[in-house]
């Protein structure tokens, strides 16, 4: 799970993993790791979702942790439109490293939709596999994180 | 290790690769099974630490990043050694110092981007609503100064100099709204340009002397003769803060003086200069808030002298722009002094020719302008600008009309307002400017920054701002079309040309002027489809008939029409017929 700090990377794994969401911003320093057993079809899957600390002007995420990942999700704040561009930047930087493994776009706090700087059909444009979330309302999130582990299972 | 243990670390010792020992006892947070099952992020630290237990170099330890597992936190640490250890360490005192850190530049991060949207949102609002107000205000102003230029009576002239007073008041406030917001914005930009500080004082003088004197007040200043009369910066702004100054200082003054001193600062680049007066005076304890935005000394000042309290704060970003700082000084009921310093520097070289204020005069030349404007009181507004020019004025109401329009007629200067209905203005002056070089204004009520880098970027020649006034406008078109029309492309007032025309023909020489104007029209039609054999026809008619009604240019340019028809010299054709329409423009029949 990558993307600026503030997106909603934890909110979305608390949500999918605990069914809560507390509205207080609490920032992930380093990584944290959930597992969540989930049932794609007939197939049981393990998902490990590591929950990588935003990028900020100080800290840039740290290569090594993106180490044996299967997949990925990139996490954007549809109120900020520099999420975005964070999250090409970030996409382009782990195909580098990983090459091409599966992974799924956020356009995360659809209960804010109002406020969104975010252009969904610039988004589309790039052909990536797409979900609206609200974190807060829980509207899109399994539905997502059950797409990539179908994707991860193709 | 039972001290390790106590401090929150679990030892192991590494006894082959992703191989580890228990050493001592398992703190209470540590999970059952192998280590390495049961801390998942050793995964991706394991690798780094195999790399530096072979060559750990000077270090003797590697520490991994934070991790966060079951609502613990942990950090995992290689030590190297004859021993190779891993310590998984239990580290809630680190992760929440390092989280109050990061969680504090994260919320800082995000406020301020907040505080950033919404300052853009509070500039656009301000720009919008300026340029709503300017609108309609581009009208009154401009129509009390035609109303201004006709025959009144002395009491009528009373009503028209309070009326435009009052507008001009109302324009200034807007101003200062629009300069404060442009400031916090961060879109000033000061000029560096030459300039003489004398002038620039005597000019504010002259602009503030007028209101204060009529109080009774005297009004005076003194220079330091050591003060350059040359300087590089700018005096706009540097007039502006004056006029503030002086103008809060008249507002407040009841009687006494007000004097501006001007005098060299230690540092030779600076410049120190003080607006007195002998006025109400500011409270001590209000000394240091008055620049701030919205502040008056006192709540009930606003109520009993106007204002926006903008002046000073706007007075005080300019000085801070210009390098300088500004301070009051005040005795209650006695007075109050302003000062302020600015940074300026020396010009090096000749003194620059002063540019001589262009003549604010009507243009001497019989010149044809184009005018788009939805808004019909605004064109009626420029039309009685020019009304005594013997400008030829074209005038349209949308963006499209004035490209096709622009397509049939050759004009020496286009008006386009900014905001029309079907086709805006940039949009019409983009579609222009591809069709040829004509001076092109954007008229708006925008006067932020980015409405006149908008204006350019469509290829205007120059962008004036809502309201505009005569000499404004004069001057710009003055200025265009000594720059773009070629001297010789020009009808002159004086080349305007009238025709005696025998009387049994002039029943007949207004059918047929018209007639010709209308083969304009065809000309071009023609013209684009490439049928040179209409122009040839309509050429052939002209030649034949221009002289008999005592219009030889029309023969002749009937001719060329005819020859160049022949040769289907396009470029020849293109020139003949717009010699015709500015000779029918300007052929007036006696």
């Known amino acids: ?154 | 290790m039972n001290l390790l243990t106590a401090l929150g670390f679990a030892v192991f010792e590494r006894s082959g690769e992703s191989s580890f020992r228990l050493v001592g006892q398992a703190p209470y947070w540590l999970p059952a099974g192998g280590v390495t099952e049961a801390f998942p992020f050793l995964e991706v630290f394991l690798p780094d630490a195999e790399e530096f237990w072979a060559s750990p170099g000077d270090r003797t330890a590697l520490y991994s990043d934070l991790w966060t597992q079951d609502d613990l936190h942990f950090c995992a640490i290689a030590v190297a050694g004859e021993q190779k250890f891993l310590l998984i360490e239990c580290a809630e005192r680190r992760f929440q110092q390092a989280q109050s850190f990061v969680q504090y530049a994260h919320e800082t991060s995000l406020a301020r981007d907040q505080i950033a949207k919404l300052t853009q949102a509070k500039t656009e609002f301000l720009a919008r609503m300026s340029h709503e107000i300017r609108t309609p205000m581009n009208a009154l102003l401009g129509m009390a100064e035609l109303l201004a230029e006709t025959p009144l009576n002395d009491e009528q002239r009373e009503y028209v100099r309070r009326f435009r007073r009052a507008g001009n008041n109302l324009l200034n406030i807007i101003n200062d709204i629009l300069d404060f917001s442009k400031v916090e914005a961060g879109q000033i930009e000061l000029e560096k340009i030459e300039f003489d500080p004398r002038k620039v004082v005597e000019e504010a003088i002259e602009i503030a002397g007028v209101g204060a004197r009529a109080k009774g007040l005297e009004v005076s200043c003194r220079i330091q003769p050591q003060v350059p009369s040359r300087l590089l910066g700018d005096p706009g702004r540097l007039r502006q803060i004056l006029l503030n100054l002086l103008g809060n200082a008249a507002k407040f003054t009841e009687r006494g003086e007000l004097t501006v001193l001007v005098k060299m600062d230690l540092d030779p680049d600076v410049l120190q200069f003080s607006v007195s007066d002998t006025g109400i005076g500011i409270p001590a304890d209000r000394l240091s808030t008055i620049f701030d935005s919205f502040s008056q000394a006192d709540a009930s000042t606003t109520r009993k002298y106007g204002g926006t309290g903008l002046g000073l704060a706007i007075s005080k970003r300019f000085v801070e722009l210009m390098g300088g700082r500004i301070w009051a000084e005040s005795t209650l009921g006695v007075g109050s002094t302003i000062h302020f310093t600015a940074r300026f520097s020396v010009p090096q070289g000749p003194a620059q020719r002063p540019i001589e204020n262009a003549q604010v005069a009507l243009p001497a030349r019989a010149l044809r302008i184009l005018l788009a404007d939805d808004s019909e009181e605004n064109r009626f507004l420029i039309r009685g600008y020019l009304k005594d020019s013997g400008c030829i004025i074209d005038e349209v109401e949308n963006g499209a009309q004035a490209v096709e329009q622009f397509k049939h007629h050759a004009y020496d200067v286009v008006l386009m307002d900014a905001e029309m209905p079907v086709l805006d203005g940039y949009s019409a002056t983009r579609e222009i400017r591809a069709l040829g070089a004509t001076p092109i204004f954007l008229l708006t009520a925008h006067a932020l920054a980015e409405a006149r880098a908008r204006s350019f970027e469509a290829g205007c020649t120059d962008h004036l701002t809502k309201p505009i006034k005569k000499a404004t406008l004069v001057r710009a078109i003055n200025d265009a079309i000594n720059k773009f029309v070629p001297q010789n492309d020009r009808i002159h007032v004086s080349d305007r040309i009238h025709v005696c025309v025998e009387s049994w023909l002039k029943p007949v020489v207004g059918g047929y002027l018209e007639k010709r104007r209308g083969d304009v029209g065809k000309l071009r039609a023609a013209l684009d489809r490439g049928d040179y054999d209409t122009i040839r026809s309509l050429g052939h008619q002209m030649s034949g008939t221009g002289g008999g009604y005592g219009f030889d240019p029309i023969t002749e340019i009937g001719s060329a029409l005819e020859e160049s028809a022949l040769a289907s010299d396009t470029a020849r054709i293109r020139t003949s017929i717009e010699d015709l329409d500015r000779y029918l423009s300007a052929v007036r029949i006696e």
């Open chain 1, 1 to 154: 799970m990558v993307g600026q700090f503030g997106v909603g990377k934890t909110s979305l794994i608390r949500r999918f993993v605990d069914s809560i969401f507390d509205e207080r911003y609490l920032t992930t320093v380093g990584v944290k790791i959930d597992r969540k057993d989930v049932t794609v079809g007939s197939e049981s899957v393990t998902l490990m979702l590591w929950d990588l600390a935003g990028e900020d002007d100080l800290a840039q995420l740290n290569a090594s942790h993106l180490r044996g990942a299967s997949g990925y999700i990139l996490v954007v704040d549809g109120c900020r439109a520099a999420s975005l561009a964070k999250a090409v930047e970030l996409q382009q930087r782990i195909a580098r490293q990983l090459g091409p493994l599966p992974f799924v776009l956020v356009l995360n706090k659809a209960d804010l939709r109002d406020r969104w700087e975010v252009q969904v059909a610039a988004v589309s444009e790039r052909g990536w596999p797409t979900f609206e979330t609200s974190a807060k309302a829980g509207s899109g999130v399994e539905e997502m994180f059950l797409a990539l582990a179908g994707k991860l299972l193709q």
